[in-house]
């Protein structure tokens, strides 16, 4: 996988619906005040490789619960509204209006997979009480446990001295996640899970079970089972005390596992923990870096913005920003169409617009743009389509123009051009290669 695409890996755009605990305490304290300036594409300071967004909120601050600094989006936007709720909302009501989006980067060690990029659709710890929703301080992947009981299972809980750095763990679950599990009632039966995803085509799903002996258990026994997920069963699996181990089992169907006690065990299975991951096909990636810079760089010359001008430029891709189209054959999607005609732009050529390498089509027609036609625009070797019409644009027709070997379409009326044309743009024009305007 790309590192974008690790980097998505533990992205999370959630709803707020049920309230999340922390694992102590309920407090919400204010950081230092940002007095950076405002950028689209900033990362919070002090949390390198993630970030966390409140949506709405007026200042960045610190949750001491589960130790994230919250950024508000003031930096990242530059349109939409906020709203405070209305009159009589309780504060839980209040709290399922919030948005919140993060962004936490995993070690694709260990969260991978061959086909995509991974999303987490479910997240459980065994533990009582159930269908809470926990998060934890000591978690670097700040992962959103759900608590959860499986079908006839009893509560196995860790002895109280265990303490975190008494668990090597390589997928660095939270010690709470790791001090109970869930056994057989029975210690014949097994434990068993089921959960459908409704898939329109296909379900592609990675589930990774987590087991950690946190009970000591005499030295003449032994703990050994299998999981089953769907039709795939996994290597027999013993456990050593405060050893955790994980199993990774793929499956392309909806999910339903079994932990099986093996007949040379003498105790029951137990289950800590599990997440189930979801392949998710990116066919695109984000559009060329380059021409992301240039275009940013362009809008903010021009003091453009908009809700229609906001995100990834070309991606998704029926969701591109408006004056622009993309190409999609090759990846990284590149600009090859610019239209700002009739924007009311004023000042000269921006610079940047060299930087659009790809570039097919540039309309900057209808404005109040001056100066002269920059030599800059000699860079655009794929330009098919140059408007600058009705402008106040001054000085010579440059010679440039007839070297740009694609270009098909130049109009240039309604400026306040002087010189005459160039003879080798009259002769493209009388030998029908181009199409050109002057009047």
Request: aromatic share 10%; hydrophobic share 40%.
């Amino acid at each position: 996988m790309d590192g974008w695409q690790r980097f998505f890996l533990f992205s999370v755009l959630w709803l707020i619906f049920a309230p999340v605990y922390p694992s102590s305490g309920s407090s919400k304290v204010a950081a230092a005040a940002n007095n950076e300036p405002a950028g689209r594409r900033k990362l919070a300071a002090g949390n390198p490789g993630s970030i966390s967004i409140d949506c709405g909120v007026n200042e960045d601050y610190f949750d001491e619960n589960i130790g994230l600094l919250w950024k508000s989006d003031r930096d990242f936007i530059s349109s939409g509204e906020n709203h405070d709720a209305e009159p009589g909302f309780t504060s839980l009501e209040a709290l399922l209006e919030r948005q919140l989006l993060e962004l936490h980067h995993v070690n694709d060690s260990i969260y991978r997979s061959k086909f995509g990029s991974l999303s987490v659709a479910r997240s459980f710890q065994l533990s009582n009480p159930t269908g809470w929703i926990f998060r934890y301080k000591d978690d670097v992947f700040h992962r959103i446990w759900n608590t959860l009981r499986l079908p006839n299972s009893i509560w196995v809980n860790a002895t109280p001295e265990i303490q975190p750095q008494e668990i090597n763990d390589s997928y660095k679950l939270p010690i709470e996640v790791l001090r109970t599990a869930a056994q057989p009632k029975n210690d014949l039966d097994s434990l068993a899970y089921n959960i459908s995803f409704s898939c329109v085509q296909s379900c592609n799903f990675y589930v990774y079970f987590h087991f950690a002996e946190i009970v000591e258990i005499p030295h003449d026994q032994r703990r050994v089972f299998t999981v089953t997920l769907n039709d795939v069963t996994s290597e027999p699996i013993s456990l050593e005390y405060l050893k955790p181990q994980t199993i990774i089992l793929n499956t392309q169907e909806d999910i339903y596992f079994t932990i099986d006690q093996t007949s040379n065990s003498g105790l029951p299975p137990i289950l800590n923990a599990f997440e189930i991951l979801e392949v998710v096909e990116l066919p695109l990636s984000p559009t060329d870096q380059a021409d992301v810079d240039a275009i940013m760089a362009i809008m903010q010359s021009y003091n453009i913005n908009g809700d229609d001008l906001q995100g990834d430029p070309c991606v998704p891709k029926g969701l591109s920003w408006n004056g622009l189209n993309c190409s999609y054959d090759n990846n990284p999607p590149r600009i090859i169409l610019l239209d700002l005609s009739s924007r009311k732009l004023t000042g000269e050529i921006a610079p940047s617009l060299s930087a659009l390498k790809a570039i097919h089509s540039l309309d900057l027609s209808y404005n109040k743009l001056t100066g002269i036609l920059p030599n800059f625009l000699s860079e655009l070797l794929n330009l098919t389509f140059l408007d600058l019409s009705y402008n106040e644009l001054t000085g010579p027709v440059p010679e440039f123009l007839a070297q740009l070997p694609n270009l098909n379409t130049l109009n240039l009326s309604g400026n306040k051009l002087t010189g005459s044309i160039p003879q080798s743009l009259i002769e493209k024009f009388n030998n029908g290669t181009l199409q050109l305007s002057f009047m």
